[in-house]
């Protein structure tokens, strides 16, 4: 049966395991295993064996000696695991970008050359988008105008109604003008996020190269 030691008594109890470690004849005694774990109350047992409800919880093995020759971990549960997991998956990401950082480059001004390029073709590619908003607005505006001749738009009583042509190009225009601002958003976006991640970089380049001041 195992024995129920109060948390103080466990220094004692470990002792009294060594000192059975030896026959009165001074003969090793058997090599057996002893089980440590503590129970829900947070006090400390010892035993030849782990009741069933604290098997999945986290206990010790002692030799003959009293000495700890293996810990077995309490059982996590799938969300522990799955947190684990995400963990060790993180650990390992960043382990893979120091490595990239620490290959590519050699300062900390290499990082700033191709942040500094890649901002330039963003900036370019930012100024055909805006052009070419720019021309949408005056498709748009011109295809307005002209639907204020006909009904719905139109004042004047007897007005001709729009032309068909004439209302898919207003509602093609509506729609491209809508994707195109859009895009704009997604487009400043991807500065700010293209900014922060170079920045991080820059940091993190500098912790794995404390000497570095560029």
Do not use: C
Request: a neutral charge; charged letters at 25%; hydrophobic letters at 40%.
């Amino acid at each position: 049966m195992p024995a129920r030691v109060p948390r103080f008594a466990a220094i004692l109890l470990a002792a009294a395991v060594a000192l059975t470690g030896e026959s009165a004849a001074g003969a090793p005694a058997s090599q057996g295993i002893t089980y440590r774990w503590v129970d829900d109350q947070g006090v400390v047992h010892f035993g030849d064996q782990v009741p069933p409800q604290y098997a999945q919880k986290e206990h010790s093995e002692l030799n003959a000696q009293g000495v700890e020759v293996g810990r077995l971990g309490a059982q996590k549960s799938p969300e522990q695991q799955a947190a684990d997991s995400r963990k060790e998956e993180a650990v390992m990401r960043q382990k893979q970008h120091d490595a990239f950082l620490l290959t590519t480059y050699t300062s900390v001004g290499d990082i700033e050359a191709l942040r500094d390029e890649r901002l330039e073709q963003l900036k370019t590619q930012r100024a055909a988008a805006e052009a070419y908003v720019e021309a949408l607005r005056s498709r748009l505006a011109a295809l307005q105008e002209r639907a204020m001749f006909f009904s719905p738009y139109s004042s004047k009583p007897g007005a001709p109604r729009m032309p068909d042509d004439l209302t898919e190009d207003l509602v093609r225009a509506a729609n491209e003008m809508r994707s195109q601002s859009a895009a704009m958003v997604a487009k400043n976006a991807e500065v700010t996020t293209l900014r922060n991640q170079f920045q991080a970089d820059i940091e993190r380049y500098r912790q794995l190269h404390p000497a570095v001041s560029r």
